[in-house]
C-alpha cells in the first residue's frame, strides 16, 4: 500500500505547496517590478491559458499512452518553471516562464486524477476523491502560508523552495512508479464503475456534470481574482505578506475542512441545493471583501469562499470521474474549465481595477457566480 499512500497523499500536497509557493510569490514579485493591476491580471490569465488549451489534449493522451509517464513529465516542468523563475529580472520573463507554468499544470493534474480514479485501495471512489482533494488542499493551505513568511526574507526564496521540492517529487515519482514490484495499484475503471454504481447507469452519473463544471468555473473566477489582484489591494491597506499568505492559506484550509465533510456522506450527491447554498456563501465573502478593509473580516470571507470552493472543486472532479469511460478526457475538461474561470477572472478583473478601484473586480466576480447559479438552476429544470 505504500505506493497507493504516496500517490494520495504525498505527491497532490507536495505539489500544490509547489504551486502555492508560486502562486503568491509572483504578484509580490511583479509588484516589486513595477507591475500594475493590469500586468498582475495578464501573468494569471498566461499561465491559465496554457493551462486551459493543453488539459483537454494531455487528459486524452493520458488515456491512451498511460498516465504514470506524463505526471512524471509535469512534475519535472514544474522543476524547471519555478527554477527560470527564480533568475528572472524583467516583467517580460515572468510572462514566459509563467505560460510554463501553465503547461507543466496540464499534464500533471489530469494525470494524477486518471491516477486516483483507477487506485486499487479497497475504497470506493468519493472516498479516494476525498483524501486527494483534502492532500492537495493542504498543500495548497501550507504553500502560500510559508511562501509569504519566506518571501519576507527573501524575494526569490520561495521560487528556490518550489524548484527543490518538485525535483525531490520528480525523483520520488519515477522511482515509485517506474519500478516493477509485480504489484497491481490500479482496478480495472469497468470492474469498479460497476461495483460502486450496481444500479447507476452511465448516462445518470453524468446528469450533473455541467452543472458543476459551470459552478466551478465560477468559483475559480472569484479565486483567481482573488489571487493575482487581492495582493495590490493588501499592499495598499499596509497589509504584510506573512498575513496574506496566512489569509490565502485559510481558502485552502476550509476547503479542505469541506472536502473531509463530502467524502463522509452521499446525501449531496446528484442534488443541487447543497451546490447553490454554498455558492450563495462564497458570494458573502466576496461582497465582505468588496466593503471591508479589516483584516478579521477578511479572514471570515476568505473562509466563506474557501468552503464554497470546496464544494464546487470536489462536485466537478467526482463527476468527471464518476464513470468508467474517458476519465482521462473528463479530467482533462475538469481542469480546463477550472482553469477557464483562473484564465478570465484574473484578465477581467485586472482591466475593471485599472479602469475603476481595486475592488471593483470582486463585484464582477459576484455577478458571474450569480449567472452561474442561474444557469445551473435552468439547466436542471430543462433536464427534468
Not at 19 to 28: A, N, R
Not at 209 to 228: E, P
Request: charged share 10%; hydrophobic share 50%; glycine share 10%.
Amino acid at each position: 500500500m505504500r505506493r497507493e499512500k504516496f500517490i494520495l497523499y504525498t505527491v497532490p500536497f507536495s505539489m500544490d505547496v509547489v504551486i502555492g509557493l508560486i502562486t503568491i510569490s509572483i504578484p509580490l514579485f511583479a509588484i516589486n517590478l513595477g507591475a500594475n493591476p493590469l500586468i498582475l491580471g495578464g501573468l494569471g490569465f498566461t499561465g491559465s491559458l496554457l493551462y486551459v488549451l493543453l488539459s483537454p489534449l494531455f487528459g486524452r493522451l493520458s488515456d491512451h499512452i498511460g498516465c504514470k509517464y506524463l505526471l512524471f513529465l509535469g512534475c519535472l516542468a514544474y522543476f524547471s518553471s519555478s527554477l527560470a523563475l527564480s533568475f528572472s529580472s524583467k516583467v517580460y520573463q515572468l510572462f514566459i516562464f509563467m505560460a510554463f507554468v501553465g503547461i507543466s499544470g496540464a499534464m500533471f493534474w489530469p494525470s494524477l486524477e486518471v491516477l486516483v480514479a483507477q487506485m486499487k485501495t479497497g475504497d470506493f471512489l468519493p472516498k479516494r476523491i476525498s483524501l486527494f482533494n483534502i492532500s492537495w488542499c493542504m498543500g495548497a493551505a501550507v504553500g502560500p502560508l510559508i511562501g509569504g513568511m519566506i518571501f519576507q526574507v527573501g524575494a526569490r526564496f520561495p521560487f528556490y523552495l518550489a524548484s527543490l521540492l518538485s525535483l525531490l517529487m520528480s525523483l520520488l515519482i519515477a522511482g515509485e512508479l517506474f519500478k516493477d514490484k509485480g504489484e497491481k495499484i490500479f482496478d480495472d475503471p469497468e470492474e469498479n464503475f460497476l461495483k460502486e454504481n450496481p444500479s447507476r447507469s452511465q448516462e445518470k452519473t453524468s446528469s450533473y456534470l455541467y452543472v458543476a463544471w459551470m459552478a466551478n468555473f465560477a468559483n475559480y473566477f472569484s479565486v483567481g481574482t482573488l489571487r493575482y489582484l487581492f495582493p495590490k489591494l493588501s499592499v495598499q491597506l499596509g497589509i504584510q505578506p506573512s498575513i496574506l499568505g496566512i489569509l490565502f492559506g485559510i481558502i485552502a484550509l476550509f476547503q479542505t475542512l469541506t472536502f473531509y465533510l463530502l467524502g463522509k456522506t452521499i446525501r449531496w450527491h446528484y442534488k443541487l441545493m447543497p451546490l447553490i447554498f454554498l455558492q450563495l456563501l462564497g458570494i458573502l465573502g466576496l461582497l465582505l471583501v468588496f466593503f471591508t478593509s479589516c483584516s478579521l473580516i477578511f479572514l471570515l470571507a476568505f473562509m466563506f469562499i474557501g468552503i464554497a470552493g470546496g464544494m464546487t472543486y470536489f462536485s466537478s472532479i467526482f463527476y468527471s470521474l464518476n464513470d468508467c469511460k474517458n476519465r482521462g478526457a473528463k479530467s482533462g475538461i475538469h481542469e480546463a474549465v477550472l482553469g477557464s474561470g483562473a484564465l478570465f477572472g484574473p484578465l477581467a478583473g485586472g482591466v475593471f481595477a485599472q479602469a475603476y478601484s481595486l475592488r471593483t473586480p470582486y463585484l464582477l466576480a459576484i455577478f458571474v457566480t450569480s449567472a452561474a447559479i442561474i444557469g445551473e438552476v435552468l439547466l436542471v429544470e430543462r433536464r427534468k
